[in-house]
């Protein structure tokens, strides 16, 4: 499985943006992706879950973004949006976003990342 992030950039506090991902080919086993997630890292810090989508229906936010970020699966297949409002400087960092089979395995594919910059 490979996945393809977009949408990150650059933007002033307050300011808006939406990230995609978009995850082809085929798991092992060739097993349905039923969870797709965000993460997002700062340089010199882990790597934290920032948002994830269960089966399509069910999602979870991190307490730092609950209330100003949605995601939500596209209208494709295997595909996650997160929507990104009032944005603050804290939030930059590099996105990333991820799939697994399932709530009981592992977070085994990742997308490139993206940058998202938030300037005061």
């Known amino acids: 499985v490979q996945l393809q992030a977009s949408g990150g950039g650059a933007v002033q506090a307050g300011g808006s943006l939406t990230l995609s991902c978009t995850a082809s080919?085929?798991?092992?086993?060739?097993?349905?992706?039923?969870?797709m997630g965000w993460f997002r890292q700062v340089l010199g810090k882990e790597r934290e879950s920032v948002a994830t989508?269960?089966?399509?229906?069910?999602?979870y936010y991190s307490d730092s973004v609950k209330g100003r970020f949605t995601i939500s699966r596209g209208n494709a297949k295997n595909t996650a949006v997160l929507q990104m409002n009032d944005l603050r400087p804290e939030d930059t960092a590099v996105y990333y976003c991820?799939?697994?089979?399932?709530?009981?395995?592992?977070?085994?594919?990742w997308g490139q990342g993206t940058l998202v910059t938030v300037s005061s």
């Open positions: 991820a799939a697994r089979i399932n709530r009981f395995t592992e977070w085994a594919y």
């Open positions: 080919g085929r798991t092992s086993g060739n097993r349905d992706i039923h969870d």
């Open positions: 989508i269960m089966s399509g229906r069910v999602s």
